[in-house]
């Protein structure tokens, strides 16, 4: 069993969205994605996908877009990005994929998921202090996704032993933890406060990945897991 991740997917079997205007690396994605997958994941992994997972803009919608990622290998581990607009309360996610059979799908929203000595925590994430254009709006919508990221620690901490020292905590964020300074957030004292080892986001795309953080800050390590990012290959976590 191994543990990958990759976010930002922006599937568009179910809404017609070319992505290939964003450039040539978006060219026959969704087919590069599958090959990789196919070719990388076995059916006893997992991967963590934080965010931004189909164009649609309701659930209804995006029925052929989860039937696209329930069909590739390995058990999925999804979260809230800012294009999901289709997303809504935990229990309609949760019937959604019960009425269709999306056996292989789970939906982590204010929880956390155990895989062997390996908890799985996170939330969307927002724009971060320090930004031009820093609303007071963006701070209530900051503030609330620290609160929703401390419930999905504070629930990986209840189910892996208390956040004991054979525990490792992976926390799976669709915005990084920094704005474009580079300064870090209170994202990174709370995850600081948790013991997280392992710290993956997305979002950024294009030029924006050169000048994203990844290594360690502070005993955390962070990835950048955007699909354009890692050429539409899951990335190896554990």
Not at 47 to 52: A, E, K, M, Q, T
């Amino acid at each position: 069993m191994a543990i990958y991740a990759i976010s930002d997917l922006h599937l568009a079997v179910s809404i017609e969205k070319p992505m290939d205007v964003f450039g040539a690396r978006w060219a026959n994605y969704m087919d590069r994605l599958k090959e990789n997958w196919c070719r990388i994941v076995g059916d006893d992994d997992y991967v963590i996908v934080p965010g931004d997972i189909s164009w649609a803009t309701y659930l209804e919608q995006a029925v052929d877009d989860f039937k696209f990622i329930h069909e590739l290998p390995g058990k999925k581990i999804i979260s809230k990005g800012n294009h999901d607009y289709w997303w809504t309360t935990r229990s309609k996610l949760d019937k959604f994929i019960d009425e269709n059979g999306f056996t292989s799908i789970s939906f982590m929203h204010n929880n956390s998921y155990r895989i062997g000595n390996i908890a799985v925590c996170g939330t969307r994430g927002w724009e971060m202090p320090g930004e031009t254009g820093f609303s007071a709006e963006d701070a209530k919508i900051y503030q609330r996704e620290l609160q929703r990221l401390e419930l999905s620690l504070k629930n990986s901490v209840s189910t892996a032993g208390a956040g004991g020292s054979e525990t490792t905590i992976i926390t799976a964020l669709h915005y990084p933890p920094y704005n474009s300074k580079g300064e870090f957030s209170e994202f990174l004292d709370i995850m600081k406060k948790y013991r997280v080892s392992l710290c993956i986001y997305g979002h950024l795309h294009g030029e924006a990945c050169r000048g994203a953080v990844e290594g360690l800050v502070d005993g955390i390590m962070f990835r950048l897991v955007s699909a354009d990012h890692l050429g539409f290959s899951p990335l190896l976590m554990y």
